[in-house]
């Protein structure tokens, strides 16, 4: 079965880290980049950025240089992606998702989601 | 940085009536323009790439078109599970992968 599929729900306190794993299944991981996607409460989608499972060449969204990590083992088909000094504004529902890419910079459309991991920044 | 802006914000449609969502860019994007459907507590689904591509499981009632810097979803005969926002999403230019604001398509 084809499907990415997220740690859990995480509890932060502002200037704390986290980190949210993404487990691929279902298909050769290292044939497709992920991007990870973020989504405030009520709100719409936020790109963050992109890492080639292939190579671990990265892409970040430029308001978050510098405060984002992504990563990937492929001996375990996983991606992850770090987000340190965490603010109030961090708090979102956070996606990975599988990218056709056409080109590679990271620019492509997603046709595979995992089901999200809420991280909630609160003191 | 493109921005993509779709209109209206809300689209109120009876079921078995058509709907039709507009996406526009802020500068060309040629035909790199996906739709995305979500659903509340549901991660979003791919429904349109290329602006006019059906991703593979989507019913044939959702057609896509545009190209450059208008684009349209047109869902033919609105089913009660359509019922959700809409998003697009440009593919074209850096940064990569912006999305518009999105449009919830509602039950009137």
């Known amino acids: 079965q084809v499907q990415l599929v997220q740690s859990g729900a995480e509890v932060k306190k502002p200037g704390a880290s986290v980190k949210v794993s993404c487990k691929a299944s279902?298909?050769?991981?290292?044939?497709?980049?992920i991007s990870w996607v973020r989504q405030a409460p009520g709100q719409g989608l936020e790109w963050m950025g992109w890492?080639?499972?292939?190579?671990?060449?990265?892409n970040y969204a430029q308001k978050l240089q510098g405060r984002v990590t992504m990563t990937t083992d492929t001996s375990t088909s996983t991606a992850y992606m770090e987000l340190r000094s965490l603010r109030s504004d961090d708090t979102a529902v956070y996606y990975c998702?599988?990218?056709?890419?056409?080109?590679?910079?990271?620019?492509?459309?997603?046709?595979?989601w995992g089901r999200g991991t809420l991280v909630t920044v609160s003191s | 940085e493109i921005v993509m802006t779709q209109s209206p914000a809300t689209l109120s449609v009876s079921p078995g009536e058509r709907a039709t969502l507009s996406c526009r860019a802020s500068?060309?994007?040629?035909?790199?323009l996906a739709w995305y459907q979500q659903k509340p507590g549901q991660a979003p689904r791919l429904l349109i790439y290329g602006a006019s591509t059906r991703a593979t499981g989507i019913p044939a009632r959702f057609s896509g078109s545009g190209s450059g810097t208008e684009f349209t979803l047109t869902i033919s005969s609105l089913q009660s599970e359509d019922f959700a926002v809409y998003y697009c999403?440009?593919?074209?230019?850096?940064?990569?992968?912006?999305f518009g604001q999105g449009t919830r398509l509602e039950i009137k």
């Open positions: 279902g298909y050769t991981f290292t044939s497709y980049g």
């Open positions: 500068q060309s994007v040629s035909s790199n």
């Open positions: 998702a599988r990218e056709v890419g056409i080109a590679a910079a990271g620019l492509g459309y997603f046709d595979l």
């Open positions: 890492i080639s499972a292939y190579n671990g060449n990265t």
């Open positions: 999403q440009q593919y074209n230019n850096w940064p990569p992968n912006t």
